[in-house]
């Protein structure tokens, strides 16, 4: 993917993107170990990997969560943005994006087009997320999209055997206009 490159496709995350998935994960890991607890060797390794990609594209089935997957044009993945927990009209957001597409109004964007999508195909009429407070990029996404903050939060520490780290909560209400009467800009 080029610097200037934003021709991308939001997919539902499915067995034949495991490679790019993989490889996604093993080439950002040292980046996302600095916001998020890093997922462990074994998380890694093939063999687990793919077990674990088959559980959760089974749970995925059930209905009860919602993987995707950011495609850019020549295959790989950049991005990958979940819907968990769903019950009641509700689910709780996560994402992460490879460093190389950071800081370019791309997390946003795409947020705010799963938003929509939660809301239109998957019936759902709340959100929820959380983040740590010194993850600033994903504070920023969360507000240019909509979402409110509703609380304080302990979330899991980076580090193996780390204590937990204060957060914030946020909710965004799905039928709203998804962030732009808010942040002033569609980026």
């Not at 950049?78 to 996560?94: K, M, Q, Y």
Request: contains cysteine; hydrophobic residues 40%; aromatic residues 8%.
């Amino acid at each position: 993917m080029s610097e200037t490159e934003f021709e991308f496709v939001l997919e539902r995350l499915r067995q034949d993107h495991a490679p790019a998935l993989l490889a996604f994960e093993w080439e950002n890991r040292a980046f996302f170990a600095a916001s998020v607890p890093d997922r462990g060797d074994a998380f890694f390794e093939e063999e687990e990997f793919a077990a674990r990609l088959r559980a959760l594209l089974d749970e995925q089935e059930s209905g009860t969560i919602r993987f995707h997957v950011l495609v850019a044009a020549d295959g790989e993945i950049v991005g990958r943005f979940n819907l968990v927990d769903i019950a009641d009209g509700s689910a709780e957001l996560g994402y992460r994006v490879a460093e190389k597409a950071t800081g370019r109004g791309l997390a946003t964007t795409v947020v705010r087009e799963l938003c929509a999508r939660a809301r239109d195909e998957y019936g759902l009429s709340r959100l929820t997320a959380a983040t740590t407070l010194d993850n600033g990029p994903s504070r920023t996404v969360l507000a240019r999209v909509g979402f409110g903050a509703v609380g304080s939060v302990l979330l899991p520490g980076k580090g193996a055997g780390t204590e937990q780290e204060p957060g914030t909560a946020y909710e965004l209400d799905l039928g709203g206009s998804l962030g732009r009467e808010r942040s002033g800009t569609s980026s």
